[in-house]
């Protein structure tokens, strides 16, 4: 049975809810109660929450069912995919939950834990975090926590607060928008949820939301969050001040959530942790959490049926936190990253203008004085681009959004009036076509941080 939940807490998610207070014990159980999901129930004891990819079903995390259960759940829920024309993606699962499957797995992270109980034997042996503590609340930083009720009316001015915190906190990320396990939802069922907000001056400047690992009597602290002006140690101090009220429930297992591509991966996967910290910074996240002294690090995994390729397993989940496509939210992310892919174009346009000059005239060009005129205008836009990289400033930035445009007029009308007619090979087709994009998804890219910049998007340089 798969039925889809709704942003108001309804019957669907008020019956995996009680389910999770029944079964739940993996650290993110408690994120299927988030929107975009659909749910999949075994019998009257079990479920599984997952995304519809159209070829894939991306499962939230472990089934929640008895321990006894879940291999004829996962059986069954590969059966049914199967039927439905589905490959199976389990996404986020410990490292006994796929030989008890029966499936194959991929290391994709490790996922840190710590005993609030002996939150404050912690401290005593971290200078370095004592010290942030310190900063933070010298700077004036407050912190207190926050009852869900408090929370739970849209209306309330703290609310409205928090609204306005994550807009921000969004607002500066520097890729395009992540959904799935990491979307930013921090309302579901409040009254079940931990909070604490850390204020200076009067202003909100972070917040932290914790969510139960019901059978572990424990606690994910699923978002920190802090605004651009609070001082260093803000977002320690959040964690501090949880987990201090965790010590005093007597809970003693807590988690700030997965470090992705963290410890023994995969060569592929190694490659990328290593080369797109510019996109996202997975050293940084691990970083940062080893600085708040873990009692240990958990490895987490992907699973997926055997004999199945673990390259493509690792493409569906990133549809599935990716889910307008991946194509699209690369390029979001590069209108983020809007000084890195300028940087990009600058170079690629370096040599494309040393080839306009050394190419031969009477095929690609009316004349030479259109040549060199072209190979003129590209070193222009070179120049253009190179100086935002070093300092962005929205009249150079609307300049080169100008002659960009221009450039793919004009390379548009060259095609057409020339180019067409003295094109007689594949190479030079090639060439024609390859002429005509450069320009238009230039032009595309620095439109797209313009309109961006105008809706007040806050872009990483």
């Not at 070179?382 to 390379?411: I, K, N, P, Y």
Request: glycine share 8%.
């Amino acid at each position: 049975m798969s039925e889809t939940d709704d942003e108001a807490p309804g019957p669907v998610q008020r019956r995996v809810l009680g389910l999770l207070q029944r079964h739940g014990r993996e650290a993110t159980s408690f994120q299927i109660l988030e929107p975009g999901l659909t749910y999949w129930f075994f019998e009257d004891d079990g479920v599984l929450a997952y995304t519809d990819l159209g070829s894939a079903w991306v499962t939230a995390g472990e089934p929640v069912c008895a321990p006894e259960r879940l291999g004829a759940l996962v059986a069954r829920f590969v059966e049914v995919a199967a039927r439905a024309d589905r490959r199976v993606r389990f996404f986020h699962v410990s490292g006994e939950f796929a030989p008890q499957a029966g499936l194959a797995h991929t290391h994709v992270g490790e996922l840190p834990t710590w005993d609030p109980g002996a939150w404050a034997d912690t401290l005593k042996g971290a200078r370095s975090l004592r010290e942030q503590l310190r900063r933070a609340r010298n700077k004036g930083v407050s912190t207190r926590v926050v009852d869900g009720g408090e929370l739970e009316d849209p209306d309330s001015p703290l609310r409205a607060s928090c609204d306005a915190l994550v807009a921000r906190w969004l607002g500066k990320k520097g890729m395009g928008e992540l959904k799935f396990m990491v979307r930013v939802h921090p309302y579901g069922f409040p009254r079940e949820r931990r909070y604490v907000v850390a204020e200076r001056a009067g202003e909100l400047i972070g917040l932290a939301v914790a969510i139960p690992v019901y059978q572990r009597k424990g606690w994910f602290i699923e978002d920190l969050l802090r605004d651009d002006s609070a001082p260093n140690g803000t977002a320690e101090l959040l964690v501090d001040t949880l987990m201090q009220a965790f010590a005093r429930e007597g809970c003693h297992y807590a988690t700030l959530g997965l470090a992705p591509l963290a410890g023994e991966l995969r060569p592929l996967l190694a490659l990328t942790r290593n080369y797109t910290t510019r996109l996202y910074n997975f050293p940084g996240v691990r970083s940062f959490k080893d600085k708040l002294k873990p009692r240990q690090w958990d490895p987490v995994y992907l699973a997926y049926p055997r004999g199945e390729f673990g390259f493509l397993a690792m493409r569906d989940v990133l549809a599935a936190f990716a889910p307008d496509g991946l194509v699209r939210f690369g390029l979001e992310t590069l209108v983020h990253q809007r000084t890195l892919a300028t940087f990009l174009l600058a170079v690629l346009l370096v040599p494309w203008t040393l080839a306009l000059t050394l190419v031969d005239t009477a095929t690609w060009f009316p004349s030479t004085t259109i040549q060199y005129g072209w190979a003129a205008f590209d070193l222009l836009l070179v120049g253009l681009m190179l100086s935002l990289v070093r300092h962005w400033r929205a009249r150079v930035a609307t300049l080169v959004v100008l002659l960009t445009t221009l450039d793919a007029l004009l390379t548009a009308v060259q095609v057409l009036l020339w180019n067409v007619w003295t094109a007689r090979t594949l190479g030079a087709w090639c060439l024609v076509l390859l002429g005509t994009a450069g320009p238009l998804l230039a032009a595309t890219f620095f439109w797209s941080t313009r309109v961006v910049a105008m809706q007040g998007g806050r872009l990483r340089r």
